[in-house]
């Protein structure tokens, strides 16, 4: 709830401000022009926390206005969801499942209904290999400050693009950089649908997110029961995450743990 708390703290700092501001106004008839200038200066100070705040709520991973958010699924058991956002995409999508296929592991692909009808055979292989799909949006847009339509338009053509491949199973969802305010956790709500962020995202980090090593060694130390990862292997630039991919693996599994898809995760609350 760090991201709430802080966005609370930054809008009841303003309203301080500005209940400061306005009780100065209130001296002498000669001191009101500066009073007035004193308010206009705790007003453009307020907008600008208001400002900060909202941008910390769009991008939280512990609070949204409505719906389920869900970050990691408290439970005893050793179990983690591993999760790959963004494609598919030619040489990666294959060398990743190939990768899980190998250990025995299933996850979940959050994929984006454009990449998907690039690469509809690459699709296919996703939907016959057993893993699970998430929907990542149509286009990868950043979903705020936008009208309900165009979010239902993003969501549902992914989702129909799935169902054409023979995907029937139902879709959490997974907004583009976590971006999101009031008309898309409205939408998901309405719609019944679970938005999953993440946990554990190594190839964010400066300093780790081009060492496969220092990848791994994220990973496996911050681990915990429940745990949602998020990595991105469908890109050229991101070969230090897919050679991290089968060392957290093996790592994890030395540890105890076992890998199921975000519903079965959720399954577990």
């Not at 769009?58 to 963004?86: H, I, M, P």
């Amino acid at each position: 709830m760090a991201d709430y708390a802080l966005s609370l703290s930054l809008i009841a700092l303003a309203a301080g401000l500005l209940g400061l501001g306005w009780n100065r106004i209130a001296g002498r008839p000669e001191s009101r022009f500066r009073a007035v200038g004193r308010v206009l200066l705790v007003v453009v100070v307020s907008i600008l926390l208001v400002g900060v705040a909202t941008y910390h709520l769009s991008k939280s991973r512990s609070f949204q206005f409505a719906g389920e958010l869900v970050q990691r699924v408290e439970t005893n058991e050793k179990v983690v969801a591993l999760t790959f956002d963004d494609g598919p995409t030619p040489g990666y999508t294959e060398e990743v499942l190939q990768t899980l296929a190998e250990h025995g592991a299933r996850a979940t692909f959050y994929l984006t209904g454009r990449e998907c009808e690039e690469n509809p055979e690459l699709l296919d292989v996703v939907v016959a290999s057993g893993n699970e799909l998430g929907n990542h949006t149509y286009s990868h847009r950043r979903l705020y400050f936008v009208p309900e339509k165009t979010v239902a338009a993003e969501v549902e053509q992914t989702d129909a693009i799935f169902r054409a491949a023979g995907y029937e199973a139902p879709t959490t969802f997974r907004m583009p950089g976590c971006k999101r305010l009031l008309t898309t956790p409205l939408y998901l709500d309405r719609t019944g649908r679970t938005t999953v962020v993440w946990d554990l995202e190594p190839d964010s980090i400066a300093g780790i997110a081009d060492n496969a090593d220092a990848i791994v060694e994220y990973v496996g130390d911050g681990v915990r029961p429940g745990s949602i990862v998020l990595m991105h292997v469908m890109y050229e630039g991101r070969q230090p995450t897919r050679d991290a991919l089968p060392r957290i693996l093996d790592r994890l599994s030395a540890q105890g743990y076992r890998f199921v898809t975000v519903s079965e995760l959720l399954a577990m609350q």
